[in-house]
């Protein structure tokens, strides 16, 4: 299957800095990437989807503000955590999928983060 | 919005023997995808298996196999011949193929499984 990656696959940030997680699609075009949101034992929680080239699309009761996310090419999104705090912490996971309708998604590794 | 319902927040099987996980969910769409993934210790979520809706054959790949019921909107999955690295939290999800929601996955809470030896 297709290879997505994560980084940083964790990190450590001060309260009210900013932090930056890419995900990469190493070998398909990615049209259409995922952000999720994981706490500890429950389950994912899809915080936005974007689209190559479009603003993205976030959930209700998600901060876009606060949760900057950029997907400027095929192969690339970023999630940025502005102002970080605390209660930010958590494991954050994006998946990719390609065109198409019937086409797969696949799944990063996930990138933990904790807010000090 | 769909709903994906797992009600069994924890399961546990002998090593070697058969564990049926159960999903329900609930659409008033007819061209969808279920799938049920894995996601170990390490948290990378893994594909175990994939139905369309539109097949009345339950789908398999060696150990797993899914009973779809799509009347009764449920698609269980049975782990036969269990195996340690089976352990893992299992989740359900549906995949709408139409409309806005295009490709977005609604996952279920979780069945963490537990494999004994």
């Known amino acids: 299957g297709a290879v997505v990656s994560q980084h940083p696959s964790r990190v450590i940030c001060k309260s009210g800095t900013s932090v930056k997680i890419e995900c990469r699609s190493l070998?398909?075009?990615?049209?259409?990437m995922f952000w999720y949101r994981q706490f500890p034992k429950q389950s994912l929680m899809l915080m936005a989807t974007?689209?190559?080239?479009?603003?993205?699309?976030?959930e209700q009761g998600v901060e876009k503000d606060k949760f900057l996310i950029n997907h400027a090419s095929l192969t690339l999104s970023t999630l940025t955590v502005t102002s970080a705090h605390p209660e930010d912490s958590s494991f954050y996971i994006c998946s990719a999928r390609g065109a198409g309708s019937l086409v797969e998604q696949y799944f990063g590794p996930g990138t933990r983060l904790t807010v000090t | 919005a769909q709903t994906v319902t797992q009600s069994q927040p924890e399961m546990s099987v002998q090593e070697a023997e058969t564990v049926t996980l159960s999903c329900t969910y609930d659409?008033?769409?007819?061209?969808?995808?279920l799938f049920w993934y894995k996601q170990p210790p390490s948290r990378q979520m893994i594909l175990v298996i994939r139905q369309e809706a539109y097949k009345q054959q339950n789908a398999t790949e060696n150990r797993f196999s899914v009973n779809f019921q799509k009347a009764a909107k449920s698609f269980s999955l049975k782990i036969s011949d269990s195996q340690l690295g089976d352990a893992a939290m299992y989740f359900c999800?549906?995949?709408?193929?139409?409309?806005?929601?295009?490709?977005?996955?609604?996952f279920g809470r979780g069945t963490q499984l537990t494999v004994w030896p």
């Open positions: 999800a549906y995949r709408s193929n139409r409309g806005s929601t295009l490709g977005r996955l609604y």
């Open positions: 974007s689209n190559e080239g479009s603003k993205a699309t976030y």
């Open positions: 070998d398909f075009q990615a049209t259409t």
């Open positions: 659409t008033s769409e007819s061209d969808y995808y």
